[in-house]
C-alpha cells in the first residue's frame, strides 16, 4: 500500500465576542438620555423614556416622529454603518493586526 503524504492544514480560529463599537454608540444617545429621567421620575421615567425613544409612543398614546430622533434612528444607524464597514473590509483589516475584541 502506498503511504499517502499528510499536508499540515491551518486553521483559522475565530475569536470568541467581538463587540460592534458602531452599534454600541447607537444605544449610548438613549441610554443616556433614560438615565438622565432616573434622578427625578425613579424606574418608572427610565422606562417610559426608553418606550418613547424606540417606539415613538407616550404614556398617553401619542405618537410622534420626532421621539424617534434619540432611539430608533441612532440605533439603525449604527447598524447600517456596522454593515457597510463589514463590507469594506474594515473588521477584517482589524481582526488580521489583532485588536481584540473590537469591531466596527
Do not use: C
Not at 499536508?7 to 465576542?17: D, H, L, P
Not at 438622565?36 to 401619542?62: C, I, P, R, W
Not at 439603525?76 to 481584540?100: D, E, F, Q, W, Y
Amino acid at each position: 500500500m502506498a503511504r499517502r503524504s499528510t499536508t499540515r492544514r491551518t486553521r483559522s480560529r475565530k475569536n470568541g465576542m467581538t463587540i460592534p463599537v458602531a452599534v454600541v454608540a447607537g444605544f449610548a444617545l438613549p441610554v443616556s438620555r433614560s438615565f438622565g429621567v432616573y434622578g427625578t421620575h425613579g424606574f418608572n421615567g427610565v422606562a417610559n423614556e426608553l418606550m418613547k425613544s424606540f417606539t415613538g409612543y407616550a404614556n398617553d398614546g401619542t405618537w410622534d416622529f420626532q421621539r424617534l430622533k434619540f432611539g430608533t434612528l441612532p440605533v439603525v444607524l449604527g447598524i447600517t454603518v456596522h454593515k457597510v464597514m463589514s463590507a469594506l473590509g474594515v473588521n477584517r483589516l482589524l481582526a488580521s493586526t489583532g485588536i481584540p475584541l473590537i469591531r466596527i
